[in-house]
């Protein structure tokens, strides 16, 4: 079992950056596939990005491609999401989640693991 918890998110002008970082305990993420979602109030919960055990597979949602960077670091047991170019849509809280199934997943129903989220608000 792992447990995630995300950090980084805040408020930040249209063009700006962040990485957000999700610190695993428990069980090293190597053994999971890692993903990236947000959620607006009142919508569902839409993938944002994704990435294998291994990092040697990556996803991206259309909305981020080009913006948006996951990666992970198996040794520091952290996954991160770096965030550029940042617009007023990309306003949301951001998840972390963690599968045990392997490859890499994009729906929600396929994490198994989930943190806390944390707030990113993009300003015009």
């Known amino acids: 079992q792992v447990s995630v918890v995300e950090s980084g998110g805040g408020l930040v002008q249209a063009g700006g950056s962040l990485r957000l970082s999700c610190a695993a305990s428990?069980?090293?993420?190597?053994?999971?596939?890692m993903g990236w979602f947000r959620q607006t109030p009142g919508k569902e919960r839409q993938s944002v990005a994704a990435?294998?055990?291994?990092?040697?597979?990556?996803y991206y949602a259309d909305s981020v491609k080009g913006r948006f960077t996951i990666s992970r670091d198996n040794a520091k047991n952290t996954v991160y999401l770096q965030m550029n170019s940042l617009k007023p849509e990309d306003t949301a809280v951001y998840y972390c989640a963690a599968a045990v199934s392997w490859g890499l997943h994009v729906k929600a129903y396929e994490y198994d693991y989930w943190g806390q989220g944390t707030q990113v608000t993009v300003s015009p």
């Open positions: 428990g069980r090293t993420i190597g053994y999971y596939a």
């Open positions: 990435i294998s055990q291994s990092g040697g597979s990556t």
